[in-house]
């Protein structure tokens, strides 16, 4: 079974069976990682473009790390380093580039829909790395590949996401693809960070961190973004982190065996404490080392790579 579609632009764009598919083959990827020669040859002769237009550590490094240990080309490009910063209009450097024929182009860009953009006018792959507030599909799969591994399923778990969750295109992209593996989702945080529509994506809506993370399985913090807010949305950093940065001592209110997530970069001392980042609830390295699996498998299925399902 292949994946269907061209682009991954949206997790919407994926069904319950997409996501399985994309795990399962990250499960099986993931292993090439540990190899002492950590290479195959699945993409031999393809072309990647990294093409990221605004700063990224985890993701940018892990889609270049990915598509190497698959055999193909990478080229990076960043935003002060192209003819877009002389002028040139996204859609005329994407154009520019597919004439060199790449297979896939990954892209980052600070405005929501520019990775839809692109898709519909380049006949190669597109996937998105995260554009704007709106979404980041592949920050969701690595982050559904985790909970899975770490609690052997998703359906029926209950999930909290807490912090800024009106400008999280990371949660946007999780609230998505949970709800569509069967996860039980309760995003929190102040008023004024979430979205006055935010039950009518499926989930439960708390102004209150310790009613959001009771009997949680899962708790998954968010980056305060300030570079993305045009107004403050709380009084200061320290009585944000007094209502809503989790410590140890929320710790009781979830379940025992709770995992701790978050997407990166940690702001230690205000979103999350920082002990508790380095402690064994916490899987953020896990997400970042299951983040080239995830992105070995999308960049191989896109390129037309199959897997057995048994179906
Ligand atoms: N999680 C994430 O997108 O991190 P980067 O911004 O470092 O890529």
């Not at 591994?149 to 912090?163: D, Q, S, T, V, Y």
């Not at 959001?212 to 899962?218: E, Q």
Request: net charge neutral; charged share 25%.
């Amino acid at each position: 079974m292949s994946l269907l579609s061209k682009d991954l632009v949206t997790i919407r764009q994926l069904g319950n069976k997409e996501i399985e598919l994309i795990l399962d083959c990250a499960a099986s990827l993931k292993e090439v990682s540990t190899r002492e020669i950590k290479k195959v040859p699945a993409l031999r002769g393809k072309t990647i473009v990294n093409l990221f237009l605004e700063p990224s550590t985890r993701t940018r490094v892990s889609f270049e790390i990915a598509a190497k240990r698959l055999s193909a080309d990478t080229i990076n490009v960043s935003g002060t380093g192209t003819s877009i910063s002389k002028g040139e209009t996204l859609a005329d450097t994407a154009r520019n580039i597919q004439a060199m024929n790449p297979d896939i182009l990954v892209i980052r860009h600070p405005a929501a829909g520019a990775p839809l953009l692109l898709s519909k006018i380049l006949t190669c792959s597109v996937i998105n790395a995260g554009d704007g507030a709106h979404e980041h599909p592949t920050q969701a799969l690595l982050d559904m590949f985790t909970i899975r591994e770490k609690k052997g399923r998703i359906a029926g778990l209950k999930i909290a996401i807490i912090g800024d969750i009106s400008h999280s295109r990371v949660a946007r992209s999780n609230i998505w693809g949970l709800r569509t593996m069967g996860a039980e989702v309760t995003v929190a945080g102040p008023p004024t960070m979430i979205p006055v529509d935010a039950e009518s994506l499926g989930v439960k809506v708390s102004y209150d961190l310790i009613d959001a993370i009771k009997d949680a399985d899962v708790i998954m913090m968010l980056r305060i973004q300030r570079e993305r807010m045009a107004e403050s949305l709380f009084p200061s950093l320290r009585e944000y982190s007094r209502y809503f940065g989790l410590g140890y001592r929320h710790l009781k209110q979830a379940r025992p065996e709770v995992i701790i997530m978050h997407p990166g970069p940690v702001n230690r001392g205000v979103e999350l404490e920082s002990a508790l980042a380095d402690s064994d609830h916490a899987v953020i390295l896990d997400q970042v080392t299951n983040g080239v699996a995830v992105r070995m498998a999308l960049l191989y299925l896109l390129a037309g790579g199959i897997i057995e399902t048994g179906n």
